[in-house]
Nanobody, 126 residues
Framework: QVQLVESGGGLVQAGGSLNLSCAAS????????MAWFRQAPGKEREFVAG????????LYADSVKGRFTISRDNAKNTVYLRMNSLKPEDTAVYYC???????????????????WGQGTQVTVSS
C-alpha cells in the first residue's frame, strides 16, 4: 500500500519561499510520475506541478510557472516543491500524488493519480 507524507508547509509573508517535501513508500518510487495539487478554502482541488517517473520532464500550472519548481530524488523516494515569490492566492492545502500507472510522463489530470498524501497547509500573508 502506497503511503505519501507531505511536510514543509507553514506561514510565510508574500514574496517569501517555502520548500515542500513528500516522502513515499509502498511501491517502487522511481517508476511513477508524481505531482502536486492544492485546494484553497471553498475551491476545487487544482493541479500545481507534475514530474515524470525519471524526472526528465515537468509540467506546471500557468499560475505558478516561473515561481515553483518540482523535483525528485529517487534515491530518497521523495518529491519536492520549491515555491518562490509566494502570493496570498497560493494559500491552500498542498497534496502530493502518485500516478496510477508506471513509466508515464508528467501529467496534470487528477484522475491519473490514485494515491494521495494527507496534505500540508501553506498560508501566505499579505
Amino acid at each position: 500500500q502506497v503511503q505519501l507524507v507531505e511536510s514543509g508547509g507553514g506561514l510565510v509573508q508574500a514574496g517569501g519561499s517555502l520548500n515542500l517535501s513528500c516522502a513515499a513508500s509502498g511501491r517502487t518510487f522511481s517508476n511513477y510520475a508524481m505531482a502536486w495539487f492544492r485546494q484553497a478554502p471553498g475551491k476545487e482541488r487544482e493541479f500545481v506541478a507534475g514530474i515524470s517517473w525519471g524526472g526528465g520532464s515537468t509540467l506546471y500550472a500557468d499560475s505558478v510557472k516561473g515561481r515553483f519548481t518540482i523535483s525528485r530524488d529517487n534515491a530518497k523516494n521523495t518529491v519536492y516543491l520549491r515555491m518562490n515569490s509566494l502570493k496570498p492566492e497560493d494559500t491552500a492545502v498542498y497534496y502530493c500524488a502518485q500516478n496510477r500507472l508506471s513509466f508515464t510522463t508528467a501529467q496534470a489530470q487528477e484522475s491519473r493519480f490514485n494515491s494521495w498524501g494527507q496534505g500540508t497547509q501553506v498560508t501566505v500573508s499579505s
